[in-house]
């Protein structure tokens, strides 16, 4: 009995020791490691030159296209329309018959009228139809004058002082995509609306083709100024606390410099103050840099505008 107890104690003390000196193993390990320094970590990166680019100031508006003017046919008789002579789209001159009528009056033989126009146009709507009742104060149809045509757009109180009578601006049609209209200031309204805070404005376009159509919508854009900048691409610029920063590619080191920025254009962004413009600016992973992180261009060019 003694002997049995004797060896499990010794078995006991033997497991504690291997134990122990394994744990004691386990630290030097730790200790080892932790003396030893950090991998470094080299983060790849892809920089650009800034770039120089016109840039232009421009005011956008956005309206619709209306008749240069509208009026109404009446007949001056008392009947019903025996036959209208034209049609919706018809072109009609000062003084041509454009409506037959028949006056209605018991015991009287009239001859049929002949309603004329006393306005050049385009028919845009027939109103009464042969077999209708007509009197003089029921218009038989509409005619407007289109050879040219009103842009009527609002334009934002802040923007109006940029606008002038005979001022010249580009019109877009979403009728013609890709095409250019061309377009003149012709009134500027004396009030503003108080609930957008607009001011509307007539523009006027030759339309000898009768290609624009009163109802189009329409997005007008006048060049205020422009200017040389210096630009970079869009994800170059990151914002930390409400301050925009770009991070420079300088010793292989990602080094942040504060910036104030201005007019975005396309994918690239107007850097108006922090840069002289020779610096290479890191654009690939920027937002994820923090200040004097080491870093490894791969990549150089020129910020594309």
Aim: glycine share 8%; aromatic share 4%.
């Amino acid at each position: 009995m003694k002997i049995g107890r004797i060896i499990i104690i010794l078995i006991l003390i033997a497991l504690a020791a291997f134990v122990g000196y394994r744990a004691n193993q386990n630290i030097q390990a730790k200790k080892k490691a932790a003396s030893q320094p950090a991998p470094e970590t080299i983060v790849p990166v892809e920089a650009v030159l800034p770039s120089r680019l016109e840039i232009a100031d421009k005011v956008h508006a956005v309206g619709s296209i209306q008749s240069d003017a509208e009026v109404s046919i009446f007949s001056k008789v008392s009947g019903k329309v025996a036959n209208n002579l034209v049609k919706m789209g018809s072109a009609v001159q000062p003084g041509q018959i454009v409506s037959v009528v028949n006056r209605d009056e018991v015991g009287y033989d009239y001859k049929p009228y002949e309603v004329k126009s006393d306005a050049k146009g385009v028919v845009a709507r027939i109103i009464l139809n042969p077999g209708a009742s007509v009197n003089p104060n029921s218009p038989i149809m509409n005619l407007i004058d289109i050879d040219t045509v009103k842009v009527v757009v609002a334009v934002d109180e802040k923007k109006i002082r940029f606008i002038g009578m005979g001022q010249s601006a580009r019109v877009a049609l979403e009728a013609y995509p890709g095409e250019i209209f061309s377009a003149r200031v012709t009134n500027i309204s004396p009030i503003a609306n108080p609930i957008s805070r607009t001011v509307d404005v007539e523009l006027s376009i030759p339309n000898p083709n009768h290609r624009i159509k009163p109802g189009m919508y329409v997005e007008v854009e006048w060049v205020i100024s422009t200017r040389t900048a210096t630009v970079v691409p869009l994800g170059a610029v990151v914002d930390r606390g409400g301050q925009k920063f770009v991070f420079l590619a300088a010793d292989g080191l990602a080094k942040m410099k504060a910036v104030s920025v201005g007019a975005v254009v396309g994918d690239v962004i107007e850097i108006l103050t922090g840069l002289k413009g020779d610096e290479r600016i890191v654009t690939t992973g920027a937002g994820q840099l923090n200040d004097k992180d080491k870093i490894k261009v791969v990549a150089s060019k020129p910020a594309q505008v």
